[in-house]
């Protein structure tokens, strides 16, 4: 029973937490990108360096906060920041949008011609972010460190396994589910969220109906920054925050809101732990834990590791391309908001 336990602590150290921290992070990714293809109807591939800039403008806003000696005790400063970061980052995709979107949206451009823009935008503000803040890794946590110890753990329970949990984690799952609540409070209860429903519907109708287009455009950029900077900082506080990676989590972020059903906000939420629980599951090495519940004959020699976490981004691209393959609407059938 004691082995069986320490299998399970493993487990849930390295797998079950992380997965449910990393999944939280991605569903708050693919949340932006759905609005904007439910509602404006194009995939935004600029979302990934808005993340990049959103935890930016958070960073600099933590870093002013510590050297006016203001903190957030045991949690994160960064908290504190975020809604100033929120603020910033959903006024520079509103100047991107009257500068750049509007007027593609105007012309009535093909969605394809949408996408193309979104990737120079994309690169402008990966630029923009590499030259404001550099390219290293950057730790901007502070507070306290862990919710849970593995040491506080091994000595209350007297098990071999520690299970440690990050308060970055806590604070990721926990701030998940406020913002997912209150983006589906919005979209189902309040006049503005029943007209971007509406608009994503049909827009005809809802043009008919009365419904301002660009105060729906409006919205959905401001609750596309939100979401965006909530995610990238979350990500950051979690791991540390790098350029570059952002870029890459592109594509975990839209495989999660192509498998759940591009488009439908529950299915990326849905599709955010599918990918981050496979990610971390097939690069875990099961060693440890298969060497707690197999006999000591039977023991692995090797880590029992399907794919190196270098290949992360793969499982991904794997789980992309079959779900394109086989059912190319994704679980929920992407429709509108």
Same mark, same amino acid.
């Given at each position: 029973?004691?082995?069986?336990?320490?299998?399970?602590?493993?487990l849930?150290?390295?797998?079950i937490?992380?997965?449910?921290?990393?999944g939280?992070?991605?569903?708050?990714?693919?949340?932006?990108v759905?609005?904007?293809?439910?509602?404006?109807?194009?995939?935004?591939f600029?979302?990934?360096?808005?993340?990049?800039?959103?935890?930016?403008a958070?960073?600099?806003?933590?870093?002013?906060?510590?050297?006016?000696?203001?903190?957030?005790?045991p949690?994160?400063?960064?908290?504190?920041?975020?809604?100033?970061?929120?603020?910033?980052?959903?006024?520079?995709?509103?100047g991107t949008?009257?500068?750049?979107?509007r007027?593609y949206?105007?012309?009535k451009?093909?969605?394809?011609i949408? %996408?193309i823009?979104s990737?120079g935008?994309?690169?402008?503000?990966?630029?923009?972010?590499?030259?404001?803040?550099?390219?290293?890794?950057i730790?901007?946590?502070?507070?306290?460190?862990f919710?849970?110890?593995?040491?506080?753990?091994?000595?209350?329970?007297?098990?071999?396994?520690?299970?440690?949990?990050?308060?970055?984690?806590?604070?990721?799952?926990?701030?998940?589910?406020?913002?997912?609540?209150?983006?589906?409070?919005?979209l189902?209860?309040?006049r503005?969220?029943?007209?971007?429903?509406?608009f994503?519907?049909?827009?005809?109708?809802?043009?008919l109906?009365?419904?301002?287009?660009?105060?729906?455009v409006?919205?959905?950029?401001i609750?596309?920054?939100?979401?965006?900077t909530?995610?990238?900082?979350?990500?950051?506080?979690?791991?540390?925050?790098?350029?570059?990676?952002?870029?890459?989590?592109?594509?975990?972020?839209?495989?999660?809101?192509?498998?759940?059903g591009l488009?439908?906000?529950?299915?990326?939420i849905?599709?955010?732990?599918?990918?981050?629980?496979?990610?971390?599951?097939?690069?875990?090495p099961?060693?440890?834990?298969?060497?707690?519940?197999?006999?000591?004959?039977?023991?692995?020699?090797?880590?029992v590791?399907?794919?190196?976490t270098?290949?992360?981004?793969?499982?991904?691209?794997?789980?992309?391309?079959i779900?394109?393959?086989v059912?190319?609407?994704?679980?929920?059938?992407?429709?509108? %908001?």
């Open positions: 029973m004691t082995d069986f336990l320490n299998a399970l602590v493993a849930t150290n390295f797998v937490v992380p997965g449910m921290a990393y939280a992070q991605l569903a708050l990714g693919a949340l932006g759905t609005l904007i293809y439910g509602i404006l109807r194009f995939s935004n600029a979302h990934g360096d808005t993340m990049a800039f959103g935890a930016m958070t960073i600099f806003i933590t870093w002013t906060f510590q050297a006016w000696g203001i903190s957030f005790g949690l994160p400063t960064a908290i504190l920041a975020l809604p100033f970061a929120i603020m910033i980052t959903a006024l520079v995709l509103l949008d009257r500068v750049v979107y007027f949206r105007r012309q451009s093909d969605p394809v949408l %996408v823009v990737m935008v994309m690169f402008i503000m990966n630029g923009i972010v590499r030259f404001m803040i550099g390219v290293g890794d730790r901007f946590s502070d507070g306290e460190r919710i849970i110890s593995a040491r506080d753990f091994k000595a209350a329970t007297g098990l071999k396994e520690g299970l440690a949990i990050k308060t970055t984690q806590g604070i990721t799952i926990v701030t998940a589910i406020i913002v997912v609540a209150i983006l589906f409070w919005f189902n209860k309040t503005t969220g029943k007209s971007m429903r509406a994503s519907d049909n827009e005809d109708l809802a043009l109906s009365g419904i301002n287009p660009e105060r729906v409006m919205v959905t950029w609750i596309v920054g939100a979401l965006a909530v995610a990238g900082t979350l990500y950051g506080l979690d791991k540390s925050f790098k350029p570059f990676v952002y870029l890459q989590l592109l594509l975990p972020i839209f495989a999660a809101a192509i498998v759940g488009g439908n906000p529950l299915g990326a849905v599709g955010g732990f599918i990918i981050a629980f496979a990610e971390v599951t097939i690069t875990y099961l060693k440890k834990v298969l060497g707690y519940l197999l006999p000591e004959s039977l023991e692995p020699d090797g880590l590791q399907l794919l190196s270098d290949y992360k981004f793969a499982v991904s691209f794997v789980i992309l391309l779900v394109l393959l059912k190319p609407t994704g679980i929920f059938k992407g429709q509108s %908001v």
